[in-house]
């Protein structure tokens, strides 16, 4: 790729950032992204150690795109200014999908599907003069995902339809769209919603660490949820796994803190270029990093004879 924008002078790239963030790992492909005067992510949230990795080596400007193949795809455009811009994931404005573009209509609107108000999360939802018809000879889903808007206490012009995405997300002040995720993807431990991309960028904050995934897993045998920590170190550097889970501690709440971490060689993406779950391995007892249990003796009469007692 870097060998082919070298060649034809090609200054604007259209990718997305799991897929870009690994071409990163080629040093060719670093030097051939300095000619880029655009790049345009979608598909998933941007990767704030990608957006580092731009800041400090080149002057591309940076938009975030959003939409969907039912909906013709381009929805909303954001130009991200990460130049000047603190990066973390606490961030927002390096989240927001912007604003709908011409003929093309967004909704977040809650369980009930009615719109939500300002900072409020709900589903993403798409009108306007792109949505399809349907799902060829799929007539369950097409009913399911393309709704009938008439029906709603919604604004949809003289558009009929309007497709729900499963994304979810809220509006700012601004009028803008702030992305939080796919709602089939959020996970929730003991009723509490952990942010899986806050523990990632977390974890690349350990100079050694090069890249990460975090997971949520279901537990065969006990039924629980566990978070497993997939990393990549830098080269020749030995990493011993306690000390990933003994910084996130210093960190991240305790419901943040993955239970087991297995390194990896490079994070498998599909097709599309997206993290493709699927090709991780499982984690095995040897890779669960239990927390170290440090005994305080108790100090009052009181609670000295109740431990007495047990």
């Known amino acids: 790729i870097s060998n082919l924008i070298n060649k034809y002078h090609i200054n604007f790239m259209c990718c997305v950032p799991s897929r870009f963030r690994n071409y990163l790992n080629v040093d060719e492909f670093r030097k051939g992204i300095r000619h880029l005067k655009y790049i345009l992510f979608g598909g998933e949230k941007i990767d704030i150690s990608t957006l580092k990795i731009l800041k ?3 002057n591309i400007k940076i938009y975030n795109v959003y939409g969907l193949t039912e909906t013709t795809v381009l929805c909303s455009i954001k130009y991200v200014d990460y130049s000047n811009a603190e990066l973390n994931s606490n961030n ?5 999908i912007g604003k709908s573009l011409c003929n093309c209509k967004v909704y977040i609107l809650d369980k009930y599907l009615k719109p939500v108000p300002i900072g409020v999360e709900g589903e993403i939802y798409i009108g306007g003069a792109g949505v399809g018809k349907g799902y060829l000879n799929r007539n369950e889903l097409t ?3 393309f709704m009938d808007s008439s029906s709603l206490n919604i604004n949809n012009s003289h558009y009929q339809k309007i497709y729900s995405t499963g994304d979810l997300g ?3 002040e601004n009028g803008e769209i702030i992305y939080v995720g796919r709602r089939d993807f959020q996970v929730k431990i003991n009723g509490q919603r952990i942010e ?3 523990i990632e960028n977390t974890i690349k904050e350990l ?3 090069k890249d990460s995934v975090v997971i949520d897993m279901v537990n065969n045998n006990t039924g629980s949820k566990n978070l497993v920590c997939y990393f990549i ?3 020749d550097i030995k990493v011993e796994r306690r000390d990933i889970k003994e910084f996130l501690n210093t960190k991240l709440p305790k419901s943040f803190i993955p239970s087991y971490y297995i390194p990896i060689k490079e994070i498998p993406i599909n097709a ?3 993290l493709n779950r699927n090709l991780l391995p499982e984690p095995s007892n040897s890779d669960l990093i239990k927390e170290d249990i440090v005994y305080v003796p108790p100090k009052r009469k009181q609670k000295n004879y109740l431990s007495g007692v047990c």
């Open 272 to 274: 599309s270029g997206k």
């Open 92 to 96: 927002e404005n390096l989240k927001s």
């Open 170 to 172: 809220k509006w700012n």
């Open 143 to 145: 009913h399911q995902k």
């Open 233 to 235: 170190s830098e080269k």
């Open 56 to 58: 400090n080596e080149t």
């Open 196 to 198: 899986l991309s806050e």
């Open 207 to 209: 100079g050694y660490i």
